[in-house]
């Protein structure tokens, strides 16, 4: 069984002693607050970090205007995308900017330009990290707003703060563990190194 969004809802609203909901449509304040503070706080949460079940990749389509100054081409950003993590050519990463919603960057008509960024999964695609760390956000919000409970509305945020380091990193072994360049700083200190000469006196 999956999560659906009144679900996660309802769970962080049991925290806080109040109703449960089944829609957003619900002639009651939990319902009313619920659909007002849902969506934001999952954006918001979704867009704190570069969670790994919800990056995306795309290559873009080259808009046939050019930007104005500074760069040679804009590519708009796919229609579900929060937040551009990175941009590359060929696989490796350029320099980019994002002007409304558009990406502006240095490549040419023939570039493959691929973006990876963050989207809005489906609750069924949650982790169960994530939905634990949203409840307790969601609960810190609804103490305050439903039960006007400051010190409750504290308790669970601090909560959520726990929750969100502890799912950061389970989320990042979703990915290869990266390895430190040994050679890069072998090299240096070789670089660095002072050589001395000796002078031999006859």
């Known amino acids: 069984m999956t999560d659906s969004k009144f679900d996660i809802c309802s769970r962080a609203l049991v925290l806080v002693s109040a109703n449960t909901i089944t829609s957003f449509n619900d002639n009651n304040t939990e319902s009313k607050v619920a659909n007002q503070l849902y969506e934001s706080t999952l954006k918001n949460l979704l867009t704190r970090c570069r969670w790994r079940f919800a ?7 080259r808009d046939t205007a050019e930007p104005t100054a500074r760069y040679d081409a804009k590519y708009p950003l796919p229609a579900d995308a929060l937040m551009i993590n990175t941009v590359t050519i060929s696989d490796s990463v350029i320099t980019y900017d994002r002007y409304e919603n558009d ?62 380091a502890q799912a950061k990193s389970q989320d990042s072994q979703a990915q290869t563990s990266r390895k430190v360049d040994t050679d890069r700083f072998r090299n240096r200190r070789n670089t660095g190194a002072t050589t001395v000469k000796a002078t031999v006196q006859s």
């Open 55 to 61: 990056a995306k990749q795309q290559q873009l389509s």
């Open 103 to 164: 990406v502006y960057c240095d490549a040419t008509s023939t570039d493959v330009v691929v973006a990876d960024y963050t989207f809005r999964p489906n609750e069924a695609d949650f982790p169960p990290y994530f939905t634990q760390a949203l409840i307790f956000e969601l609960a810190s919000l609804f103490a305050g707003a439903i039960a006007r409970n400051d010190s409750l509305s504290q308790l669970y945020q601090n909560r959520a703060v726990i929750a969100i």
